[in-house]
Nanobody, 123 residues
């Protein structure tokens, strides 16, 4: 079992920045690919960013490219999502997730999930 706990969400003005953190505990964290997903009210959950188990490969949805950066600190068992130039359309509940194997944009393939953290971007 892997337990995931997100932090760092909040209210920010458009153009601002936030750093989300996802702390893992339980089984070895290093063997899992990690992903950040988000879900806005009335919308489906969507992939935002992913990172492979070694941290050497990262993936982003088009809307996140150039603005968001995913990283992981294996020593701290933590994955981060740095979000810059935030827009109102980034408003959502952001959740981190873990899966064995390769990074996937499909949320249903992830075995472990955090509880989510709210990000609200005001215009």
């Amino acid at each position: 079992q892997v337990q995931l706990v997100e932090s760092g969400g909040g209210l920010v003005q458009a153009g601002g920045s936030l750093i989300l953190a996802c702390a893992a505990s339980g089984r070895s964290f290093s063997g899992y690919a990690m992903g950040w997903f988000r879900q806005a009210p009335g919308k489906e959950r969507e992939f935002v960013a992913g990172i492979n188990w070694s941290g050497t490969s990262t993936y982003y949805t088009d809307s996140a490219k150039g603005r968001f950066t995913i990283s992981r600190d294996t020593a701290k068992n933590t994955v981060y999502l740095e979000m810059n130039s935030l827009k109102p359309e980034d408003t959502a509940v952001y959740s981190c997730a873990a899966r064995g194997g390769l990074v996937s944009t499909n949320w249903s393939t992830h075995q472990y999930w955090g509880q989510g953290t709210q990000v609200t971007v005001s215009s």
